[in-house]
């Protein structure tokens, strides 16, 4: 990979998951997660989610410029943040909080086309301002029974994940019909790479 190692601001095993996969060099050093309590955006949930990538980004920048490092030659660097929601006509579905609000989210969504949208802040440890950008992906949920939204909830795999699924749990009643696989599970991999390659260019 031609850029500097990366610095995952996320707890998310699913973004490590995809960076490993993808073959980047990166550590992680997670922001606070009180940073989603609370923040909405008159800009819709694109809005919403470059917000939280960015404040993401911003806070784990602050941390680190503002600690000692143990290496005193580290090099250059690049902060990674991302965030990810669900959106059914209008209405933005984040991590459920519970197994009703799980519940309550894929009822709305069975039977029914909605985005799912991801925030990607990339900052230069070493830059005033960062990049941000924000990826859209199409998809339709087959009109699931009580009994299928039951079982899923039940196994739990919903947690922690935007929309209350998760594409990667491989579930076969999810359906991508326009845009990034890796957008759905966390981290859209293809702006990753050129919001990446854009570092070496202008502006």
């Known amino acids: 990979m031609d850029h500097p190692p990366l610095i995952l601001a996320s707890s998310s095993p699913r973004r490590r998951e995809l960076l490993v996969e993808a073959g980047y060099e990166f550590e992680v050093v997670a922001p606070n997660q ?23 980004a911003e806070t784990v920048r602050r941390e680190l410029l503002g600690a000692p490092s143990p290496d005193p030659s580290p090099g250059p660097r ?86 209350g699924f998760g594409y990667q749990d491989r579930l076969g009643w999810i359906h991508i019909e326009v845009g990034s696989e890796s957008n759905v599970v966390g981290l859209p991999l293809e702006l990753l790479k050129e919001m990446l390659a854009s570092l070496a260019g202008p502006g």
Do not use: F, N
């Open 78 to 163: 690049v902060i990674v943040a991302a965030d990810t929601v669900a959106e059914c006509d209008g209405s933005i579905l984040g991590k459920p909080r519970d197994e009703d609000d799980a519940r309550t989210m894929l009822r709305q969504l069975r039977g029914r086309q909605h985005r799912v949208m991801t925030g990607v802040c990339v900052w230069p440890l070493d830059q005033s301002e960062p990049r941000v950008g924000v990826a859209v992906t199409r998809l339709r949920m087959d009109d699931l029974s009580e009994a299928q939204i039951d079982e899923y909830v039940a196994s739990g795999q919903w947690a922690g994940k935007a929309g």
């Open 34 to 56: 009180d940073l989603e309590c609370g923040l909405c955006s008159d800009d819709g949930p694109a809005g919403l989610v470059t917000e939280l990538a960015y404040r993401k």
